[in-house]
C-alpha cells in the first residue's frame, strides 16, 4: 500500500488538475482506507484495501460521469482528509477533534471549489499530495511541515506551468 499511496502522491502533487480523474479517484481511495481502517480495526487488513479499492473506482467513475457532484466531492474529501492532515502532522489528531477538523476542512474544499475551479483543485491536489508524501517522513515535526510545505510549493508550481502551457498551446490554436 505505501508504494501506492508514494506514487498515488506524487501524481496528485503534480497532475491532480489535469488527470481529474486520478484525483477523485485516489482522494476516493485514501479516504476509503482510512475510513475502512478507523472503523473495521478489529477486520483483517485486506478488507480495509478492498474498501479502498472499490471506493477509489466509484472516485473514478464519479469524475469521469457526473462531474458537478464529483467536483464537489473532491472539494469536500480534499478538504477534509487535507485538514486531518495537518492535524496529524501537529499530533493532535484523535476523537471528535479529528471529524470537526474534517467537517470545517470539507466546507472549506466545497467552497474554493465552487469559486476557483482550476486553483482550487490545484492547490488541494498539491495540498493533500504534499501530506501523503509527509506521511512517508521519518523526520521531526517541525522538519515534516517543512517538508509539507516545500512539496506543496514544488507541486503547485509545476500544475501552474502545466496549466499555463496548456493556456499557451490553446491561445496558439485560436
Known amino acids: 500500500m505505501d508504494a501506492l499511496l508514494a506514487m498515488l502522491a506524487v501524481g496528485l502533487l503534480f497532475l491532480g488538475r489535469k488527470l481529474f480523474w486520478l484525483c477523485v479517484g485516489g482522494l476516493g481511495l485514501v479516504a476509503g482506507f482510512d475510513v475502512a481502517s478507523r472503523l473495521l480495526h478489529a477486520q483483517p ?3 480495509s484495501l478492498v474498501i479502498a479499492l472499490l471506493m477509489g473506482l466509484a472516485g473514478v467513475a464519479i469524475a469521469m460521469e457526473m462531474e458537478r457532484f464529483a467536483l464537489s466531492a473532491v ?3 480534499g478538504g477534509g ?3 486531518v492532515g495537518i492535524l496529524r502532522v501537529l499530533e493532535l489528531e484523535g476523537g471528535p477533534t479529528t471529524w ?3 467537517g470545517i476542512g470539507a466546507v472549506l474544499g466545497i467552497l474554493l471549489i465552487a469559486l476557483l475551479f482550476d486553483w482550487a483543485i490545484i492547490l488541494l491536489s498539491a495540498l493533500y499530495g504534499a501530506f501523503l508524501i509527509g506521511s512517508f517522513s521519518p523526520l521531526g515535526t517541525a522538519s515534516t511541515l517543512l517538508l509539507i510545505g516545500s512539496t506543496f510549493v514544488f507541486g503547485v508550481t509545476g500544475q501552474i506551468i502545466l496549466l499555463n502551457s496548456e493556456r499557451r498551446a490553446l491561445g496558439r490554436l485560436g
Open 81 to 83: 482528509l487535507s485538514a
Open 75 to 77: 472539494g469536500f474529501v
Open 45 to 47: 487488513y485486506w478488507l
Open 100 to 102: 470537526i477538523a474534517f
